[in-house]
């Protein structure tokens, strides 16, 4: 089947051939890159630890570029062996290990960050103030719709370290919007049990392995799942991951036979509320006592296939 006559191996077809042009313009398939000593891997790793200004975790380095162990460790051993970088535990968990640059490796880093620059600028030159703008507008929608796409969405037990850092920001910021200021142990404590197996669920958003928004699900038996504690972090908003998160919660709780979705919410969240009603949930009387809610929603449920 050729490109266009389906919607579906178009676009595949068009993403591999943006792949291809991106790969040939931007460098990527040169021994040196940018015209540096060093391959693009190399380059790239260099570039990260010194982007850092501080000695960086190996391990969320490999997770920030979502490489394989072994390979990272083979790019770090190169960049040591050129005086570069060293890599050495962490003083105070030795079983982590850290990434920092050398004076020299300051120096390549310098260098490689001036190339690039030249580079990208190299990129926008032919092309007309207009025709930049576009260039520019497109790759910025590209960028926050390839990060979208790399969020992942993994359940946890909600005293999960991660869950727990969501939940000081999703408690954080109902102080600081709620007119009457949040108390979090006059809502978490209660109900934390309800949001693990078997009496529900706590869905945990991260973003390079890094946590960046939480949603709880309560699945009674027998009655409506209720959608609990959904928060994304600033830097993220904008990607649909509330969406992501409704949808997500609502296939868990339609695999779980429950018939109907309800949630309740804050008068201040406004954006919530909007969301809710673009996400066809109906805005009902109340059903529970809940001391901070002014909006009941609900939503029924198709049968899981």
């Not at 968990?93 to 690039?116: F, I, N, P, Y």
């Not at 709620?178 to 006059?186: K, Q």
Request: proline content about 6%; some cysteine.
């Amino acid at each position: 089947m050729r490109e266009g006559e389906d919607g579906g191996v178009g676009d595949v077809a068009r993403v591999r051939r943006f792949n291809r042009v991106v790969s040939e313009r931007v460098g990527v398939l040169q021994e040196r890159f940018h015209g540096t000593e060093r391959p693009y891997g190399q380059a790239r790793l260099l570039w990260e630890i010194g982007e850092a200004q501080a000695p960086l975790d190996v391990r969320k380095l490999r997770e920030r570029l979502g490489l394989d162990s072994g390979y990272v460790s083979r790019l770090l051993r190169a960049l040591e062996a050129d005086g570069l970088v060293v890599v050495e535990p962490l003083e105070r968990d030795r079983r982590v290990r850290t990434a920092r640059l050398t004076e020299r490796g300051r120096g390549e880093w310098a260098e490689l960050d001036r190339r690039s620059d030249e580079a990208a600028g190299s990129l926008l030159a032919p092309l007309s103030p207009a025709q930049r703008g576009r260039l520019v507008a497109a790759m910025a929608e590209v960028d926050r719709l390839l990060t979208a796409g790399t969020v992942t969405l993994d359940e946890v037990a909600p005293d999960h370290p991660d869950a727990e850092l969501c939940l000081r920001g999703y408690f954080a910021e109902l102080q600081e919007r709620f007119d009457t200021g949040f108390d979090p142990a006059h809502s978490l404590l209660p109900d934390a049990g309800e949001l693990r197996p078997p009496h529900g669920q706590f869905v945990v958003a991260r973003l390079h392995g890094e946590p960046v928004g939480c949603a709880g699900l309560k699945l009674p038996p027998g009655g409506a799942a209720e959608v609990k504690r959904m928060w994304v972090a600033p830097r993220v908003r904008g990607l649909g991951l509330a969406r992501r998160f409704l949808a997500e919660l609502e296939a868990r709780a339609a695999g779980h036979g429950a018939e109907l979705l309800r949630l309740d919410t804050n008068k201040a969240l406004g954006e919530a509320i909007g969301l809710y009603h673009a996400y066809g949930f109906e805005e009902v009387a109340a059903f529970n006592d809940e001391p901070y809610a002014h909006h009941w929603f609900e939503k029924r449920l198709r049968p899981a296939s």
